[in-house]
């Protein structure tokens, strides 16, 4: 029989019974090593270098905008990111994923799909909720929502933040022509029809 490393796990700070529950669930499979367990947010980065997990759960309620999600992406490359949020809407699971999630799921998500999700996660395979609330592999047959191509993540970053679209448009280096033609595919993808309503989805 093959012996396989655990698969490592760094596990951010949650809202007690979360955290509790999280750290039982992972306790209980073998083939899962907890490195770090209760991380405050702003200690990520830093518990994520140091550690180098090979997935790390994400408090979305934590995070400030989706934007962190795509920073420790990059600065973590081969960490895999599974965010767990409260009740995340399909734009929000768009933006998790589009910025390098791997997957993006509800707190309420099952036990057993939470631990299927981190498998999958560990092998770069991104995990996608279906609609009946369970996971599945994207590829796989499984609906999931159209993600935003890397500059499309770029605007709606800058969108968020308030910026104009001349603005973004001077950032990226790009024409306001294009910023718009980015920012109606953007709505599209993530199901809002103006940027109030872009806003109102965070």
Do not use: W
Request: glycine letters at 6%; proline letters at 5%.
């Amino acid at each position: 029989m093959i012996s396989r490393s655990p698969i490592t796990v760094a596990l951010a700070q949650f809202e007690d019974l979360i955290s509790l529950g999280l750290r039982a669930l992972i306790d209980q499979d073998e083939s899962i090593e907890l490195l770090a367990f209760n991380l405050p947010h702003a200690e990520l980065p830093a518990a994520l270098a140091t550690h180098q997990p090979r997935v790390a759960i994400l408090n979305f309620g934590s995070m400030r905008s989706a934007g962190e999600v795509r920073e420790l992406h990059y600065a973590h490359p081969s960490t895999h990111l599974v965010v767990l949020g409260n009740r995340p809407t399909p734009a929000e699971s768009s933006q998790m994923l589009s910025f390098g999630a791997t997957a993006c799921l509800a707190k309420t998500t099952e036990g057993r799909d939470v631990l299927n999700a981190i498998h999958l996660a560990s092998r770069g395979l991104h995990v996608l909720p279906t609609h009946s609330g369970r996971v599945g592999v994207a590829g796989d047959g499984v609906a999931g929502p159209e993600l935003l191509t890397p500059r499309e993540a770029d605007v709606l970053d800058l969108l968020q933040r308030g910026r104009s679209n001349a603005e973004i448009a001077a950032s990226l280096h790009v024409s306001v022509e294009t910023v718009r033609t980015h920012a109606r595919h953007i709505y599209r993808k993530l199901g809002v029809r103006t940027r109030r309503e872009l806003h109102a989805s965070r």
